[in-house]
């Protein structure tokens, strides 16, 4: 007690609040003139660097949470990346990814060979330049919601190949050094590695998922948490033990969790710590940067990034243009993989440890390679922004070049490259929260009328109960933004929370709400009192009284997808019949609820509130431009009671109104921004 009264002084505690408050600052002026935090953290490591202010002087400390950041980094790519996913775009992966990073580096090699640097510096030059940043890329694929477009999922795919490549390219780099002792010592050393993945796999398939399965059915989160995390970490020590890097036993222990029921809510755990330490590695890359080398040797470093950009785009655009596509997608992913990733950092320090160095200019090659490397992470965001209008326009300039015979290219569907819209595809469907009675109850409804839907669910018992009726469900806490987009919550049309739980009810529609504005949101009550709450977070129909739930969730679903009234009022009261016995019943009347009146038109219409604080409210429907720049119709406009259809274009909307709109899912998604509320933004508070 006597030590806590007097204060202990953590050498290094000073360092990590100027290392966290200037990330935050940056950060923020960052996210204020829209750039990418990880701009802001590669920043705030050159301010707070021994080249400018000097705050940090324990690199050791920089270093090992940077390290950290790589393992999550690699976890949580882990988790993401299924065999099921692999299958899907396999092509890409398989084809793309080995032509991109091939090529670049018979390319770079042979052009450092002939500006005189020696075959083994060459090599490792042409490796440093393959790679491209999982962590920028993905992100800013993630913040503009193109992770399932054509250029997202070809991106993607090269992305896989290269995490693959640098484990060969890590195994390499001491015998390019003249360390590694042989090619058997290289093939011993694969084969060691090849046998410890093979290993870790095995044991997965028959521990890892009954753990798992046992943590989950305690319902304490906090204990899922620590589960997860112990995973990651000891599977990654336990690789290391055979001379393996950490990044690949992380990447292995995410692989793991990806083939159990568990990854969406493990990924979902992970992600905030990912970020934190995520920020301590981009923050030590920025630290590596010598401003005064810049300054003095400016051409040299300018020329490294304009040579590798330009190298990087046209061969990662001729491996995509290959697996023919077409070229307004090649151009838009040359640009977003145009730059150098992260893990050619960890290449290089096993590089400069075996005596190689960046075309062979050792402490100056490694100075300008670095600062090479984060000019061209600082304006990957730019290079992903004029990707696609680049694309567009080539694509527009071949196509009058070109012989007026030739038929376009089209995108292969069989590759999974543009049709994977989260929920397996799923469009205009409905996402149901909670697998209790109501929901079994709504599922079955569902099923029965070929409305499409997704289950998410929390308690394990009711997931494997879900999964053994055949049904798509996801095991996740709702109220995470990470679970919400693996239901599809960009291209649904209802979501139905249908759990007990109240205050968790307000945090998923919170969430939902602010993801997708078009969405229609059901939440279930229990007591008139949570009434009010619930439509102030954003739910358009609050349904209370437990009885009640599930006949107002019959009816509310039906309505939308435009069942004629006299239909659903049969449907309601056979459901009320004889003191609810349809809900004690589970083959009686819930079989006969069949949709005659079910067509096209109502799985594309949508009713969407106009809130005070939205772009929208205040706006005439001609100012809005719905038709031209999202292509939907407005069919109607209900104000209070009155409700007017077809509205002309100097109608003005006011907050309360509610829009009925007709379109594709995909220009919901599009135009989510008109009709969402900043206030309403959830509170980044963990779920309970």
Known sequence: MAVLLAGVSLPFFAEIVALLTISVVIAYLCYRIHIVPIAGFLITGVIIGPS????VQDMTLINNLAEIGVILLLFSIGVEFSLEKLGRIKRIVLWGGSLQVG??????????????????????TGGLVALSSTAIVLGLLSDRGETDSPTGQNALGILIFQDFAIIAMVLLVPLLGGQGGSTVDLLLALGKALGLVVAVLLLARIVVPRILDLIARTRRQELFVLTVVALCFGTAWLVS?????????????????????????????????????????????????????VLDHLPLVLGVAGVALLLKALITTGSVLALRYPLRIAAAAGLTLAQIGEFSFVLNIAGRDAGLSFAGL????????IAATVLLMLITPLLTAAGPKLGRALEALWTRLRSPQASDVETPASDGAADAHGADGKKDHVIIVGYGPSGQRLAQVLQQTAIPFCIVELNPELVAKAKDAGLPVIYGDASREHILEVAGVHRAKLCVVAINDRSATERIVRMAEYLNPTLELVARARFLADVDPLHDAGADIVVPEELETAVRLFATVLQS????????????????????????????????????????????????????????????LADLALRRDYGLTVLAVRRGDTTMGSPAGSFRLEPGDRLVLFGDADQFDTCGGLFRDPSLAPDAVPAE
């Open 52 to 55: 400018a202010l000097g705050l």
């Open 103 to 124: 090529l670049t580096l018979a390319l770079v090699t042979g052009l450092a060979l002939a500006w005189g640097v020696d075959g083994r510096n060459a090599l490792f």
């Open 241 to 293: 033990l055979a001379n393996v890097s950490l990044a690949l036993g992380a990447f292995l222990a995410g692989l793991v969790v990806s083939e159990s029921p568990y990854s969406a809510q493990a990924f979902s755990e992970v992600l905030p710590l990912r970020t934190v330490f995520n920020a301590a590695f981009f923050v030590s890359v920025g630290m590596l940067l010598d401003l005064g080398f």
């Open 362 to 369: 050792g402490a100056t090659g490694e100075q300008a390679f």
């Open 561 to 620: 997808y435009r069942v004629p009234p006299g239909e659903i009022r049969q449907h309601v009261r056979e459901a009320r019949a004889h003191d609810y016995k349809v809900f004690r019943d589970e083959l009686s009347m819930a079989h006969r609820m069949v949709l005659e009146g079910l067509d096209e038109e109502g799985l594309h219409t949508r009713a969407v509130a106009v809130r005070a604080g939205a772009p929208a409210a205040g706006q005439t």
